[in-house]
């Protein structure tokens, strides 16, 4: 079965400091990774979609990498806005289907 | 202009009612996703329509059955309410099955009391 566990749970973070998020996952066959932002009383909004290990993708202040087992999102000097929650989701290979599997999420607060 | 739109926003309901949400994208993608986010934030998929035909069916109880009219509307049918059906329902288009990229509705709130 495909899992997908996100840490920590909870972030906070001053603005300006800089820091990261992870996902660790195991999945049959990685089709891809996505990255989403999901803000209070909102829907999750796509970031990023990363295929295989050593891949990077950047927007603005946040970067996300890939390895064999783990992606790291990476928010370089966060500003009060980036507040919101981060979810990490697998989709796998296997069977034909393309059923994603989520994480439980990152919480971040960024304190101006 | 809103991309998916979801209705109701809210609804708060007793055990044993029969309810409906209903899912509008205006994107023009093949594929739409039902979607529920407990309390602890965990998202999960329930359903999957690609061009009006059920494709992801997870282990959802059967008091649960999706419609979907036409590609740009999927809805969503509850029977019997049960306590445990409280969540956040997210519906989700993509331009297909394999997309990676969904985009997502605002979300319905139910309550069942």
């Known amino acids: 079965e495909d899992q997908v566990t996100q840490s920590p749970e909870a972030l906070r973070l001053q603005e300006g400091e800089s820091s990261s998020l992870n996902c660790s996952y195991t999945v049959s066959g990685l089709r891809g990774l996505f990255w989403y932002r999901q803000d209070p009383g909102k829907g999750p909004e796509f970031l990023f979609t990363l295929y295989s290990a050593g891949e990077e993708k950047e927007k603005e202040r946040l970067k996300a990498t890939l390895t064999k087992k783990e992606s790291f999102l990476h928010i370089t000097a966060p500003k009060p806005e980036d507040s919101a929650t981060y979810l990490c989701a697998v989709q796998a290979t296997s069977g034909g289907s393309y059923i994603p599997t989520f994480g439980r999420g990152t919480s971040l607060i960024v304190h101006p | 202009d809103t991309a998916v739109s979801q209705t109701p926003k809210y609804l708060v309901t007793q055990m044993g009612n029969d309810k409906s949400i209903k899912c509008e994208q205006n994107?023009?993608?093949?594929?739409m996703y039902w979607y529920k986010q407990d309390s602890k934030k965990f998202l999960k998929i329930m359903f999957s329509y690609n061009n009006k035909e059920l494709i992801i069916n997870e282990t959802v109880p059967n008091r649960f059955s999706p419609k979907s009219p036409d590609k740009a509307h999927l809805n969503l049918h509850i029977n019997s309410l049960e306590l445990g059906d409280s969540a956040v329902y997210f519906c989700a288009s993509s331009q297909s099955p394999e997309s990676n990229e969904q985009f997502f509705g605002p979300g319905t709130r139910l309550t069942v009391l």
């Open positions: 994107l023009g993608h093949d594929t």
